[in-house]
């Protein structure tokens, strides 16, 4: 099983708007949200989150340096079509590596390969290597949801902070100077060469930290990547990204996940901070 | 060959005092050291530490931790004696997990089996394992070189930082969170499971971000660390550290390198800062 098919297993029915506005009038009342317990707070050390769509815009910040490269071409293109069609293809390019079709295959390289075919697909002729080599980092320099850097750096007042992402290490550190992320440290999948779901890379965090899977909290906007982490043992937070697919979305939201599905939800990454009693 | 061997073979008689007392008084003119050459600079994107004696004052840190617990339980020690002992033995243990007599063994637990060996060694009974495991991670809380905290913080503006040490991801992890030390991404020994100076570890950094290794700079305080880093095409950066042995060390200090040996020679972190024109 693949993790789009996590991702649009987890798409159903119905918009989450309805549960995010009663989050939102009860936000408006102290406490913002129910904290969570002290004990599970005091049972955490390592807090590993999802990274493209739960940390980073992957959407608005790739297709703007999609358009912006199509008018110095001078060039049109629906460059959010284009994102979400590179987009699209992460989960099939990575099936491939995860069913041995592929040998082990950074991320990036597979951006690259899906990149290459989008280039034909729009029509955009004429890119130099370098320009290609350029675009093909625009996921390196992806730019954090709002809330993201603040909240971060209250969780990493008590919490040892990693991504915990199919990106690469290089992909991710790139990415957190680029944004201002304060990881204290990276891990990427290819430290341990697989891809989520598979369960190398839920562990890892316990593993280099010799920790019990529930010291370790993975937080992500995706309810499939929360249940495969609940499945290993990890603690969960879900942290709704509405607008991962723009304001406008043709795609069904994900309605927010069943009371008692996971250890945490929070409506962003310092409603978490504050429920986890920073 | 280990590590600890590339260490002694970088002493020799005579010590570092007039040569580093040259270099202190060419600091009062400016500019502080020669600049290195622009494309040297600009060549470079990552710079990579060791960690234990370069970033860190492993001695004075560990000695202060194994004197608070002994006062704590009423007992007399050497405390310096104790520490350098336990550090004798890094090379050693590490040495027999690159000869293959041990399987992959993280430097925590070979910390660990050290220690065990100097608690009979130096007659001190009676520690719970809990008070066991926090002293063995005293290593996790070794303070930095004055100079470190904000001369890495400074070449982070324009590098990607890293430990390239023989800690593992948690240690340096968890040291960079107690000392403030601003790495972009921790490249700890148990990512390879190899020990410097095997080959893996120095090509580690160029192979996680797509680079030659001549695009990587090795930074010690350890001549025959950055020998071996020079033989895998790594850049190098000399930064001595006369007190890593204490102020009036018992072994000679290491002479400074020849010219032309790496490619910078610098006094401090900030100096290397500015150097490299930052």
């Not at 809330?147 to 990493?156: C, E, H, Q, S, V």
Request: glycine content about 8%.
């Amino acid at each position: 099983m693949n993790r789009r098919s996590f991702l649009v297993g987890s798409l159903a029915a119905g918009g989450m708007a309805p549960a995010l506005s009663r989050r939102t009038s009860a936000a408006q009342r102290r406490p913002a949200a129910p904290l969570a317990s002290s004990a599970l707070a005091d049972s955490l050390q390592v807090l590993v989150f999802d990274t493209f769509g739960t940390v980073v815009d992957w959407r608005s910040s790739v297709s703007s340096e999609v358009e912006k490269l199509a008018r110095e071409k001078g060039r049109k293109l629906d460059a959010i079509a284009f994102a979400e069609a590179w987009r699209a293809n992460y989960g099939p390019s990575m099936n491939r590596v995860r069913t041995g079709e592929l040998p082990w295959t950074k991320l990036d390289a597979l951006h690259r390969m899906t990149l290459d075919g989008l280039l034909v697909r729009f029509n955009i002729e004429g890119l130099s290597e370098e320009e290609k080599r350029h675009l093909n980092r625009a996921w390196h320099r992806l730019r954090p949801w709002p809330d993201a850097p603040g909240g971060l750096t209250r969780l990493k007042k008590r919490y040892v902070l990693s991504p915990l992402s199919n990106g690469n290490l290089a992909l991710l550190t790139n990415m957190a100077k680029f944004g201002g992320l304060p990881w204290d440290c990276i891990l990427g999948s290819d430290v341990v060469r697989h891809y989520k779901p598979d369960k190398e890379m839920y562990l890892m965090p316990s593993e280099f930290f010799d920790l019990p899977p529930s010291a370790v909290m993975m937080v992500a906007a995706h309810a499939g990547d929360l249940d495969s982490a609940k499945q290993y043992g990890l603690r969960t937070a879900y942290v709704p990204r509405p607008l991962e697919y723009g304001p406008t979305p043709t795609r069904p939201l994900a309605p927010m996940p069943e009371a008692g599905r996971f250890d945490i939800i929070a409506t962003d990454f310092n409603d978490l901070a504050t429920q986890l009693g920073l």
